[in-house]
């Protein structure tokens, strides 16, 4: 019974056993599978080498070309004022702008006048005594003092005359100087004179300013400057010689546009921003077109385009697509990635300008990738079907 009792226990493990091997012995043998392949999806564009012309932007405030503060140059009551003469009416140049009175110097001129044909008389008279002296001096009837004293009376007489001649002008000026006329075809900014108020010489009456062309003032930072064919000029370039400004602004709710030519760089560079200014030039801002364009009115804040120099097999792609400030990310036909380095020229907001010349079809990636590694796969989006996708998260350096 004892023997029993451990050989029962022994039966049962070695009937497990052999069942276990049993088992492992008929069972089918597993299938290896590999894993699927991740790989980065990524988007691309196609390179395209071209000649560009080089823009820089910049902003600033209509100005007028000439400005000028009107003066009467005599005093009196102001009696006729013209209907332009308000703050924004247009005038032509010479147009009698205000009228002061004039009967004053109407009786200036009559007494200059006056004055006038005495004097002629007094000359004459002197130089007849001064001739028949002369003549009685050769006979040696008239003695030295006598001649001395003829001609001394006629100096005294021709001066006189001169001074009445002189005298005349100047009241027949001050007589002209009561019509106040316009120095030049313009508009009105503002005036402070009416009807009836008495006005005192070289007091401002009024500001005017031409309307012929207008400028505007445009900062530039100095490392744009390369981008400019900009020479030093003394003064003024000359008609047509400058770069090309188009010049845009919002008016009445619509976006408007002016063609204009940068027609001098100023003198010094500002010393608070260390921008240099440029002028432009916008000839005829008034002008009444068929299009129903507004003018280009003075005191419109507008945004310029300067058109620089013209550059050859320059690419442009975004920005997103340059890594580290000087490297590419190119895809080649194997759709395998690779970093090159390229020359930057210029980047102009979200694009990047590269002298480094890339063959017409070059595909560039354009999706911000955190990793690379040299000659990685990447599926292209959009370049047939796929199982899985997988697209790389932006870098830190790419969201900032």
């Known amino acids: 019974m004892p023997r029993l009792k451990w050989l029962a226990p022994l039966g049962v493990l070695v009937i497990a056993l052999l069942g276990a091997g049993a088992l492992i012995a008929t069972a089918p043998t597993p299938q290896t599978l590999s894993p ?3 790989l980065t999806v990524v988007r ?6 071209e000649t560009l012309t080089l823009r820089v932007r910049s ?18 009551q102001v009696v006729s004022v013209s209907p332009t003469l308000v703050s924004g009416g247009f005038f032509e140049a010479g147009a009698p702008l205000l009228q002061i009175a004039a009967l004053d110097y109407e009786a200036g001129v009559a007494r200059a006048r006056a004055s006038l044909a005495r004097g002629q008389g007094e000359f004459e008279h002197a130089a007849q005594n001064l001739e028949r002296y002369q003549r009685l001096s050769k006979r040696d009837i008239s003695s030295i003092s006598q001649l001395d004293d003829a001609r001394r009376a006629h100096r005294v007489a ?10 005349l002008a100047q009241a027949e000026r001050d007589l002209d100087r009561t019509l106040i006329r316009a120095p030049f075809a313009g508009r009105v900014r503002e005036e402070q004179v009416d009807l009836g108020q008495f006005v005192s010489r070289g007091a401002k009456i009024a500001t005017l300013y031409a309307t012929d062309f207008v400028e505007v003032r445009l900062p530039i930072l100095d490392a744009e400057l390369a981008y400019l064919d900009l020479p030093l000029w003394r003064g003024e370039a000359a008609l047509g010689e400058g770069p090309a400004v188009s010049i845009r602004a919002r008016f009445a709710g619509s976006e408007h546009e002016w063609s204009g030519r940068v027609v001098r760089t100023e003198g010094e560079i500002d010393p608070k921003s260390r921008m240099v200014h440029v002028v432009a ?10 299009t129903g364009r507004p003018p280009l009115a003075v005191g419109l804040f507008v945004q310029a385009e300067i058109a620089g120099a013209e550059v050859q097999d320059i690419t442009v792609v975004p ?11 190119v895809v080649d036909a194997d759709s395998r990635l690779h970093l090159r380095e390229v020359d930057v020229l210029r980047i102009d907001g979200e694009d990047v300008l590269l002298r480094t010349r890339l063959a017409a079809g070059e595909r560039v990636c354009v999706t911000p990738l955190q990793a690379v590694v040299d000659g990685m796969l990447v599926r292209v989006l959009d370049d047939g079907p796929r199982e899985v996708e997988v697209t790389a998260p932006a870098s830190a350096e790419t969201r900032s």
């Open 36 to 38: 699927p392949e991740f």
């Open 44 to 49: 691309v564009i196609e390179a395209r080498p």
């Open 59 to 76: 902003q600033g405030t209509v100005a007028p070309r000439t400005e000028s503060a009107l003066i009467p140059e005599v005093s009196g």
């Open 158 to 167: 021709a001066a006189v005359l001169e001074e009445t001649r002189v005298s």
């Open 281 to 290: 030039r916008i000839e005829d801002p008034y002008a009444e077109l068929e």
């Open 319 to 329: 920005r997103v697509a340059l890594r580290d400030g000087r490297q590419l990310m």
